[in-house]
Nanobody
Framework: QVQLAESGGGSVQAGGSLRLSCTAS????????LGWYRQAPGAERELVAT???????NHGVSVEGRFTISRDNARNSVSLEMHNLKPEDTAVYYC?????????????????WGQGTQVTVSP
């Protein structure tokens, strides 16, 4: 099992910045991809950014150039620096772990989600 603990959400005015952090804990060997997704009211969950264990990053089109994801493999953590925030960035942000190789017995393989943290951007 993998537990994901998120922190750093909050409220900010448009143009401001926030930093989200997420730390994975539990009984696992490795996690292939850590990332962030978000879900606004009435909308589907969408990709914000992911980073794999080699450091290869993927940012969603709507956040490209404003958000930066980073990963610390030694600490099993992932962070998201968000700059020039816009009201349309308002959503619940979820930390995700994909390709987690968990210890058994039996050993397992799967994906996990954090509880989510609210980000609110006012005009």
């Amino acid at each position: 099992q993998v537990q994901l603990a998120e922190s750093g959400g909050g409220s900010v005015q448009a143009g401001g910045s926030l930093r989200l952090s997420c730390t994975a804990s539990g009984n696992f060997y490795s996690i292939k991809t850590l990332g962030w997704y978000r879900q606004a009211p009435g909308a589907e969950r969408e990709l914000v950014a992911t980073v794999d264990e080699r450091g290869i990053k993927n940012h969603g089109v709507s956040v490209e150039g404003r958000f930066t994801i980073s990963r610390d493999n030694a600490r099993n953590s992932v962070s998201l620096e968000m700059h020039n925030l816009k009201p349309e960035d308002t959503a619940v942000y979820y930390c995700s772990a994909a390709g987690a190789w968990t210890r058994g017995p039996p050993d397992g393989w799967g994906g996990y989600w954090g509880q989510g943290t609210q980000v609110t951007v006012s005009p």
